[in-house]
């Protein structure tokens, strides 16, 4: 990749001039730098949303192009055009989060972003993943079909959630660094990003954004490679 | 030291003025003053910019942080081979920040406050940033000889797919501002 460079001169000129003052030396000096920065959609960015390999990416959209958008609706690149009335639906592996950086991260979703989280009855939605590289938490037998044997919430990762999850990390677990370490992908790993939906008996139609956050120094300093 | 000479046009604003007064004997004066200035490059400035060779893939250099001898730079992603080969850059509605980019050391006789400003148009904000947040409301003060390792918050809201090539103004101000 070819980028342009040039030079500004401003930075220099504005440290000199301080200098002249001769008493106080530098009261204020603006230094103007070039900083060269490409973006790039979803499927291509440092934290990587990727459908292209996801047994469900028919529920994707636009992650070759910009920001990548989960379609439960109409929109999905399937005969169906939502999910069922008093329900919970289950679907796992819509895109992979791979992390193209080069530290590892904690990656959660923010549970304040959530418009509609799950509640016990009534319509929510809750961020899931599974296929996850790191941590030891396992599923019980008792929790609902379609749950995944590592899947965890993407909320899960605070320490006191504020509603119902349809898995996540252990009560007893909740806040520790042992729980946080669930949820961390080194340079080039990735788990399956799913999505947990409940329903009432009513028609909902929403639109609404979450927000997936990657963060380097919310990694234990425990962590110490897989498994643990 | 490379030292340059300069006019300045202070000195004969008051002479002039004296002429206005009536002596009528001249009506213009040009007098040269000198002023010794060095330019130097950001290693060695009052205010000293060095890049940090962050670590990263095989703990090789990044190359989001460089100096092209003068001036110090920045390139998202790095091109150096610690850099992660598959990222093709930042996404797009997202706020990222790289961390411990650079390396600020007040080398001045004050201690200043460190911060940022941004007026291009690709990106909803382009900022310093430390472990504490944003260099802009509440700056971190630096005291002579202190430094600070500084990084890029870079905010995509609204921006395009494509490589951009941005200035952002890095300001270091006097503690209490610049009135004596």
């Known amino acids: 990749m070819e980028r342009r460079k040039f030079l500004i001169g401003a930075g220099s000129l504005a440290a000199g001039g301080a200098a002249a003052l001769g008493s106080g030396a530098f009261t204020s000096v603006q230094a103007d730098r070039t900083v060269s920065v490409s973006t790039a959609a979803d499927n291509d960015a440092f934290l990587a949303l990727d459908p292209s390999n996801s047994t469900n990416q028919a529920y994707a959209s636009n992650a070759g192009s910009g920001a ?72 019980t037998s008792g929790i609902s079909g379609g749950v995944e044997d590592d899947q965890i919430s993407l909320t899960g990762v605070f320490s006191n959630p504020p509603y119902e999850y349809s898995a996540y990390v252990s009560d007893a677990e909740q806040g520790t660094a042992d729980a946080t370490e669930e949820f961390v992908l080194e340079a080039g790993e990735s788990f399956d ?20 956050v990657a963060d380097a120094t919310v990694v234990p300093s425990s962590y110490d490679g897989q498994g643990e | 030291m490379n030292r340059r000479q300069l006019i300045i046009g202070a000195g004969a604003a008051t002479v002039g003025a004296v002429s206005i007064l009536g002596s009528g004997a001249f009506t213009s004066v040009s ?150």
């Open chain 1, 193 to 212: 990003f799913g999505i947990y939906v409940n329903t009432a008996d009513s028609d909902v139609s929403v639109s609404e954004t979450i927000q997936l």
């Open chain 2, 31 to 180: 007098a040269e003053r000198k002023i010794s200035i060095s330019v130097a490059d950001d290693d060695r400035a009052f205010l000293r910019m060095e890049p940090l060779v962050k670590e990263g893939i095989d703990g090789e250099a990044t190359g989001r942080s460089s100096t092209n001898g003068r001036q110090v730079e920045f390139e998202i992603p790095g091109d150096d081979n610690g850099e992660n080969s598959a990222a093709g850059g930042v996404g797009l509605d997202s706020v990222y920040e790289f961390h411990d980019l650079l390396e600020v050391h007040n080398q001045g006789t004050q201690p200043v406050t460190l911060s940022s400003t941004y007026d291009g148009d690709a990106f909803a904000d382009l900022a310093l940033v430390t472990d504490s947040g944003v260099l802009r409301e509440d700056p971190p003060a630096l005291g002579v000889g202190d430094s600070i390792a500084v990084g890029l918050q870079i905010d995509t809201h609204g921006s395009d797919p494509g490589e951009f090539e941005e200035e952002l103004t890095i300001v270091a101000e006097r503690v209490g501002g610049n009135r004596d």
């Open chain 1, 68 to 139: 990548v958008t989960i379609n439960l609706d109409s929109d999905a690149g399937v005969e169906g055009t939502g999910v069922n009335r008093n329900s919970t639906t289950q679907i796992n592996d819509i895109f992979k989060v791979r992390n193209q950086g080069t530290q590892p991260v904690v990656v959660y979703v923010d549970p304040s972003s959530i418009e509609n989280p799950t509640t016990s009855d009534g319509f929510g939605i809750d961020p899931q993943a599974s296929n996850r590289p790191n941590g030891d938490y396992v599923n």
